[in-house]
């Protein structure tokens, strides 16, 4: 039974579509944002595959000292049990159900006390070139991520927050705000997940992309309970269907040591019959432990979660336009 705990928790990560926006505040000694605006789509976005990735992609939420990446250490656990997360947000991202669009303003890419980055989220039915549809080979798709693609912001997007911070070193740090973040569970639909306390981290800028982009915040018990566990049941239905085909069955017809008939011992309870509702997972000890809320923002309880992403550049209005 320990050993499916993994499994079940990569579902709930999602791994993400990603853009971030947050408002107000910024790293000691940073101020207002000034400089050119420059623009660039996430070409690639990662979620944790293990617990040295949720480390790497996580920052430390609450000064703490401590980096935090909750959600992103149950993803990793997932994925090490084969539950494909990353391979569901690489199709989203190469076939444009998530295009997280980010606009950076500064002075210098090496040294400033005033940078900002916004994420705004991009239409899928106006980008140019067109995103593919259901694709056999990704290495087909993702034309409009070739650094020459030219988006709108989608309706709904967020228009008016940033993270402000500060460039040392070739590197840019922001936040603490809020965030907005897009992410596929279960499909390669995007699921949008507001952050609070959200930061950001970025090396590798240039004019044309960046290297590496740390997007992190904490997900409201609200998004947990809507959002994320819903996406959870969304992969789990599937699996019992797979591997329990005769749910009229004493034993709801699973085949012997199949993950659906773990699934099923685990999570149906109210009542036993042969299937799993949203609320059996939401109320179960195990998902409440797992996603049991690590950081405390603005005396708000919150789950934190980390991703990375892959930036080129891009087109589409700037504040500055």
């Given at each position: 039974m320990a050993s499916l705990r993994p499994i079940l928790f990569a579902i709930a990560a999602l791994p993400l579509a990603l853009p971030l926006v947050a408002c107000g505040g910024g790293d000691d000694g940073a101020s207002e944002p000034e400089g050119p605006h420059y623009t660039y789509v996430a070409s690639q976005v990662f979620v944790p595959t293990?617990?040295?990735?949720?480390?790497?992609?996580?920052?430390?939420?609450?000064?703490d000292g401590t980096t935090d990446n909750q959600l992103g250490m149950v993803l990793g656990t997932l994925a090490g049990q084969g539950f494909e997360v990353q391979a569901t947000i690489d199709e989203a991202v190469a076939t444009g159900s998530i295009i997280l669009l980010q606009d950076f303003q500064t002075s210098s890419f090496t040294s400033t006390t005033g940078a900002g980055l916004s994420i705004k989220l991009g239409d899928k039915a106006t980008a140019m070139p067109q995103p593919c549809t259901t694709p056999t080979d990704l290495s087909t798709c993702g034309k409009h991520l070739a650094g020459t693609g030219?988006?709108?912001?989608?309706?709904?997007?967020?228009?008016?927050?940033?993270?402000?911070?500060?460039?040392?070193?070739?590197?840019?740090?922001?936040?603490?705000?809020?965030?907005?973040?897009?992410?596929?569970?279960?499909?390669?639909?995007?699921?949008?997940?507001?952050l609070i306390g959200a930061r950001a981290k970025a090396t590798g800028i240039s004019e044309t992309g960046m290297d590496s982009v740390i997007l992190a915040g904490a997900l409201t018990k609200n998004d947990l309970d809507t959002k994320v566990i819903p996406?959870?049941?969304?992969?789990?239905?599937?699996?019992?269907?797979?591997?329990?085909?005769?749910?009229?069955?004493?034993?709801?017809?699973?085949?012997?040591?199949?993950?659906?008939?773990?699934?099923?011992?685990?999570?149906?309870?109210?009542?036993?019959?042969?299937?799993?509702?949203?609320?059996?997972?939401?109320?179960?000890?195990?998902?409440q432990s797992l996603l049991a809320p690590d950081v405390t923002i603005d005396g708000e309880m919150a789950l934190s979660l980390g991703i990375k992403v892959k930036a080129v550049k891009a087109t589409f209005p700037t504040p500055a336009e």
């Open positions: 293990n617990n040295n990735q949720a480390r790497e992609y996580g920052l430390d939420l609450n000064d030219v988006f709108t912001v989608a309706a709904g997007s967020p228009d008016n927050a940033a993270v402000a911070g500060k460039i040392a070193g070739g590197t840019f740090t922001g936040g603490p705000g809020k965030v907005a973040l897009q992410i596929a569970l279960g499909g390669t639909d995007a699921i949008r997940l507001d996406a959870i049941h969304q992969q789990i239905v599937p699996i019992i269907t797979r591997d329990c085909p005769t749910p009229t069955a004493s034993d709801c017809g699973c085949m012997t040591g199949s993950t659906g008939k773990t699934v099923l011992g685990l999570f149906d309870t109210m009542p036993k019959d042969c299937m799993v509702t949203v609320d059996e997972i939401k109320n179960n000890t195990l998902i």
